[in-house]
């Protein structure tokens, strides 16, 4: 089941530290698999092997194999500035500079090691940074041939930013020195781009990247080149190409995902998996778990905000998502002082999505008094999660008034409103130009508040009718309340 999570929590929520050392670097190991992170969005660099400075994890190992990585990481650009970040490979060192080193890892009740650092696209002074800011957050388990790569990005300039993609490059060398085999492929159901070294000797294993937030560009390629590869790179993680791979080689993966808008202050959530497996079936498999891990464990509805308000009798409730997985609709529940919670409405989720959505929901003519509110969200497979509660002093300025009929003229019914400051005695009438009673809509005490009331005219013939009130507060002996209104039904 899903947790409807606040955005405090999502940033927070790193319960035990385990090691509270700031470090550069950490390994996840799940048994199965150890990947190196580091502070700054590289990953599977292992400076004791390949000499990347101050990189010195054990790279990417999958079952007692040797590292399969070279250099990896996360890339990121828009048309403007093209593609920056750890592009080592080809000359371009580590472009993030690093704000927060971790301090160390996390556990929570669905992942053994949670790990979170914060850095920026603020690194390299000759290229033309967008002005982001970056909480990265990596999660394994026991067992798992996954992990999970959460990407919180925001844009930190006075102006917006748009059409960003956001990517993982990384060379691949299975093998080792037999890099030069290596091959790979594409499962596009699974937005999975994998290599592997044709030939077995000495790593039999598939590797491979899944863009879990769905994506919009990936390559498996061998063309480089350092003077360009900015442009390249950018087109490689914006743009899919499902080409074949017939030949061995020194092959690169980019894969990414996007365009994204960015208001000034403005966040937006990506995820990637790196996954290995002992043959392409153990690889597909690992990338469908690592998917159902993001879906229902690492970004869930996540509810970043949610107040009310009272106006003229009504209470307005507005709430914002930051991201949203197979979210089918928000119930909204009230209950008084001492009292159980009633749902008195329903707005419709998003479905699945990892953008920012805002929400309102306004419950008409409550009267004077303190509320709770909450939300109820249900899955699509019925699964739900309540919100916190929220109060609300819903203070009336309610005056006795009489309010135009809408629409009019009208064809076959209107809507008449009217609001009471205090509880009273209420009849509502509709008279014909001759004076005669049509109708009585209202004749009961009723709470002060703002009511609405629905008049039919099926029955009745075009022309010029009206409608009047009288409102007795009840317990007082003056201040009684009357007035009339003309309505035009027109056939």
């Known amino acids: 089941m899903k947790k409807l999570l606040s955005s405090l929590v999502v940033f927070s929520a790193l319960f035990f530290i385990e090691n509270s050392i700031a470090q550069n670097f950490l ?49 990121i650009g828009n048309s403007s500035t093209k593609c920056s970040g750890h592009l080592a490979s080809f000359n371009i060192m580590f472009e993030m500079l690093t704000s927060t080193p971790f301090p160390g890892f996390t556990s929570n009740p669905n992942f053994n090691q949670i790990a979170t650092c914060v850095f920026s696209d603020s690194g390299a002074p000759t290229i033309n940074q967008l002005g982001l800011s970056v909480q990265q957050t990596s999660y394994s388990n026991t067992g798992d041939n996954f992990v999970i ?15 960003v993609y956001v990517g993982q490059f990384q060379d691949w060398d299975i093998g080792v020195t037999q890099y030069f085999n290596n091959n790979g492929g594409y499962d596009q159901s699974r937005n999975l781009a994998y290599q592997y070294l044709n030939g077995g000797n000495p790593d039999p294993s598939y590797y491979g990247i899944v863009a879990l937030s769905g994506w919009s560009g990936a390559r498996v390629t061998t063309l480089w080149n350092p003077s360009t590869v900015r442009d390249s790179a950018y087109e490689w993680m914006s743009t899919f190409l499902d080409e074949a791979i017939t030949t061995n080689g020194d092959y690169r993966t980019f894969v990414g995902c996007g365009p994204y808008d960015f208001d000034v202050s403005e966040s937006i959530r990506v995820g990637f998996a790196y996954v290995a497996g002992v043959d392409l079936t153990s690889l597909q498999d690992a990338s469908t778990a690592a998917q159902f891990s993001w ?17 003229d009798g009504n209470v307005i409730l507005n709430w914002t998502t930051a991201t949203e997985i197979n979210n089918k609709i928000f119930n909204v529940e009230r209950r008084k002082e001492n009292s159980d919670f009633v749902t008195v409405g329903f707005v419709e989720g998003k479905g699945t999505t990892t953008e920012r959505q805002e929400y309102s929901y306004i419950d008409r003519y409550v009267t004077a008094g303190k509320y709770f509110y909450r939300l109820k969200q249900i899955d699509f497979d019925g699964t739900f999660e309540y919100s916190n509660e929220i109060e609300v002093d819903a203070t009336t300025l309610l005056s006795f008034s009489l309010e135009q009929n809408y629409p009019n003229p009208f064809n076959p019914s209107t809507k008449i409103t009217y609001s ?31 009511y609405e009331i629905e008049f039919d005219a099926n029955n009745l013939s075009s022309g010029v009718y009206f409608y009047k009130i009288e409102a007795v507060p009840i317990g007082r002996q003056a201040g009684d309340f009357v007035e009339t209104k003309k309505m035009i039904l027109l056939r």
């Open 295 to 311: 879906n229902n464990f690492v970004i869930p509805v996540e509810l970043t905000s949610f107040t009310g308000s009272s106006f």
């Open 420 to 450: 009471i400051p205090d509880k009273s005695f209420v009849t509502l009438k509709v008279f014909d130009p001759l004076g005669r009673e049509i109708s009585q809509l209202v004749n009961e005490e009723k709470e002060a508040g703002k």
């Open 149 to 163: 790569l959460d990407f919180t990005i925001t844009n930190n300039t006075a102006s917006p930013v748009n059409d």
């Open 27 to 75: 390994d996840h190991s799940t048994g199965n698999l150890t990947a190196s992170v580091m502070d700054d969005g590289a990953f599977g660099v292992n400076d004791s092997t390949y000499g990347f400075p101050g990189h010195v994890g054990n790279g990417v190992v999958f079952m007692g194999n040797i590292n399969a990585s070279y250099t990896g990481g996360l890339i």
